[in-house]
């Protein structure tokens, strides 16, 4: 039987407020068994771009990373954000490992290409998200080597290209290839954790939680625009988790991680 292991991914949200991420940090030390935290921090890099005068573009929620961008959210991610969870868990007697893909090589992705877009005229114009990153693999082994050690790993939305370049990461898309990396050798959890009870029918409504998603559901719930915006990639992510061999697959308020609150999504 495949020992039980936990990733959790929290969003920036939560993250960049005090009491939120005391909250997260606790529910998280209470988990039991072999577990891994996957963080953002949008929010808190958009905060110090602009105090630096470094201008943050956007594109269907994607950031738009160039190279003086670059420089901060490898600072923010991989220095400030990182390192403060990894000390806030040393101090709940978790210990924890600050992790970029680079260390280790344990995230290698590719320099996403330009990406067309329709304009309003119906023509095409081309989105060059300059230094974001594509993952290719997630070195399952490496990660257990840690995992196995006794140490928890905190992994910040950073990848490389193997030929010395940072790449901005999208931290869902990083939480869901780990999970799917390791699910051949653990029995796999991954909990996307953020500001919400789950998946809401009405987003003003917490009442409104939607308990199960299945591929069917989600292709419907978009064509109804139940389902929009950033949380279209993230049930995305989620449902190629599931199909990949996770186990289980749940998102939900960072206060209620311990798998038995939220949506579900199946396959």
């Known amino acids: 039987m495949k020992e039980k292991l936990t990733i959790v991914k929290v969003g920036g949200a939560v993250v960049e407020d005090e009491e939120s991420l005391a909250t997260l ?17 949008g929010r808190r890099a958009t905060k110090i771009a602009s105090a630096l005068g470094i201008e943050s573009k956007m594109v269907n929620g994607r950031r738009i990373t160039d190279a003086d961008m670059l420089q901060v959210v490898t600072m923010v991610y991989g220095g400030l954000v990182n390192k403060n969870i990894v000390a806030r868990l040393q101090a709940a007697g978790i210990n924890a490992l600050g992790l970029t893909g680079a260390d280790m090589n344990v995230i290698h992705s590719h320099k996403r290409p330009p990406v067309a877009q329709q304009t309003e005229d119906d023509g095409q114009k081309y989105i060059d998200f300059g230094f974001v990153g594509d993952v290719d693999h997630v070195d399952g082994k490496m990660l257990k080597s840690v995992i196995d050690n006794g140490i928890t790993p905190v992994m910040a939305p950073l990848t490389h ?8 990461t999208n931290a869902d898309t990083i939480a869901a290839e780990t999970a799917k990396a390791l699910a051949s050798i653990y029995d796999v959890t991954l909990i996307y954790s953020f500001e919400k009870a789950g998946v809401l029918a009405d987003p003003d409504d917490d009442s409104s939680l939607i308990p199960t998603i299945t591929r069917d ?5 978009v064509a109804d ?3 929009s915006g950033g949380m279209i990639p993230k049930i995305e992510n989620a449902l190629q988790a599931v199909e990949a061999g996770v186990a289980r697959v749940i998102i939900t308020l960072a206060t209620a991680i311990d798998g038995k609150h939220g949506t579900v999504i199946q396959s």
């Open 225 to 227: 625009g139940t389902i």
């Open 25 to 41: 940090l606790s529910h998280f030390s209470a988990i039991e068994g072999h577990k891994v935290l996957v963080h953002g921090g």
């Open 217 to 221: 559901d989600f292709t419907h719930y």
């Open 161 to 168: 290209d193997g030929k010395g370049h940072i790449l901005n």
